[in-house]
């Protein structure tokens, strides 16, 4: 593979966790909106935790995200590595599909 080819593949991988991370964002911020609302009618610890899990999934995509616009370098030494972040973003933000379909229901 030449490096133009591997930069490209670095580019693209990138964009794609870095997308999968948006999406993340999205569904979080409806989630923990109707977790929020729920628990000031009802106010159990179990909506408590999960405004607190959502929250923090929140910050931890948010941060992820900032360094995939602002630290790419520290990405491009190691492709295999891009494609394991880029692969746990999608089954992340799959089980928060699957989660957002469930709550919304």
Known sequence: MTT??????MSNTMTIA????GVSIVLLLALTAVWL????????????GLVAFGAVLL?????????????????????AAQ???AAMRAFQAVALVFLTYVTMK
């Open 4 to 9: 133009l080819q591997a930069t490209i593949l």
């Open 18 to 21: 870095s997308g999968l991370s």
């Open 37 to 48: 609302n729920n628990y000031r009618t009802f106010r159990t610890p179990l909506l408590l």
């Open 59 to 79: 910050v931890e995509n948010g941060v992820s995200l900032y360094y995939f616009f602002t630290m790419r370098s520290l990405y491009s030494m190691d492709p």
């Open 83 to 85: 494609q394991v972040i």
